[in-house]
């Protein structure tokens, strides 16, 4: 990815806000878990959590975040294993 993955989640918090009004939930939830997150593998955790949310609700969201999403999403599996 170009930009770290805290940068990257925070920009699908603010697609993912403007995609799906009933999903802003998703949207506040990313941005608390990076700005309050207690250790970066909780960051991650929860991250791959709310990108897997995204991923699978696709027809309520963009295809750019649906793309920053699997991104964010594949950064996250490659970094666990």
């Given at each position: 990815?170009?930009?770290?993955?805290?940068?990257?989640?925070?920009?699908?918090?603010?697609?993912?806000?403007?995609d799906a009004v009933c999903r802003s939930d998703?949207?506040?939830?990313?941005?608390?878990?990076?700005?309050?997150?207690?250790?970066?593998?909780?960051?991650?955790?929860?991250?791959?959590?709310?990108?897997?949310?995204?991923?699978?609700?696709?027809?309520?969201?963009?295809?750019?975040?649906?793309?920053?999403?699997?991104?964010i999403h594949s950064e996250i599996l490659k970094k666990i294993v």
């Open positions: 990815m170009k930009n770290d993955i805290y940068t990257e989640a925070k920009k699908l918090a603010s697609l993912v806000k403007k998703i949207a506040d939830d990313i941005i608390d878990v990076v700005d309050f997150g207690a250790t970066s593998a909780e960051i991650l955790m929860k991250l791959k959590y709310y990108t897997s949310l995204v991923l699978s609700d696709k027809d309520k969201h963009s295809r750019e975040s649906i793309d920053l999403a699997s991104a």
